[in-house]
């Protein structure tokens, strides 16, 4: 099982697996009483104590919230993410690597969200800095990285040959050279493309 092929397509987590932004909303609701952000707007989620009229200590404290403790496991996948993944990780290991503090139940959460795999089968690479995103993938020898922070598309574009994919998120709504797709049936697409396979339909 472990001799099998890393699939060419390689996965951030948040904001392309897992709708990070509704789950902070969910959690700004439940634990702070804070409703009606507005994420559409967002242009810069490194300072969202601006784009949202937000204190940077409440930012701090929902971020804290939704990454440990009982909410860490109520982040939701966007439509057919898990479907997808669990069909290309019949055949391939599957690497997702993702910008999150040390400690983070991320890896436990890509492993729940993908339980029909056997847990060879999943990698999940914590980073701190986009430098280790490029010289992981690169050393994975992985085809194309689905990201959605801009910046990291550029420096994966710069120091691999990578292709960078960029998944649509109001922060990424700029010119820029890399191909977009919006949703995990575009994905579905673009993986039988990079890979030369055909994908199982999901079953009914």
Not at 101 to 118: I, K, T
Not at 130 to 135: F, I, L, T, V
Request: hydrophobic share 45%; net charge negative.
């Amino acid at each position: 099982m472990t001799d099998l092929p890393w699939h060419p397509l390689s996965f951030d987590v948040d904001g392309v697996v897992g709708d990070i932004f509704a789950h902070f909303a969910a959690v700004a609701e439940a634990e702070f009483g804070i409703t009606g952000l507005d994420f559409d707007s967002v242009r810069n989620y490194t300072q969202l104590d601006k784009e949202l009229g937000l204190p940077r200590e409440t930012i701090f404290k929902i971020v804290q919230t939704m990454l440990f403790g009982q909410w860490a496991m109520r982040l939701k996948p966007y439509p057919g993410a898990a479907e997808v993944l669990t069909r290309l990780g019949q055949d391939h290991r599957l690497l997702f690597v993702t910008a999150r503090p040390d400690g983070s139940p991320v890896e436990a959460w890509v492993r729940n969200l993908l339980a029909d795999l056997p847990p060879k089968r999943i990698e999940v690479r914590l980073v701190s800095d986009p430098d280790h995103k490029a010289h992981l993938l690169a050393e994975h020898r992985i085809r194309a990285f689905v990201e959605d922070r801009l910046d990291t598309c550029h420096l994966i574009a710069v120091k691999t040959s990578v292709v960078p994919i960029v998944f649509a998120q109001p922060w990424n709504r700029v010119r820029h050279p890399f191909e977009v797709v919006r949703n995990w049936s575009e994905i579905e697409a673009l993986v039988e493309r990079f890979s030369g396979e055909n994908i199982a339909p999901a079953a009914p």
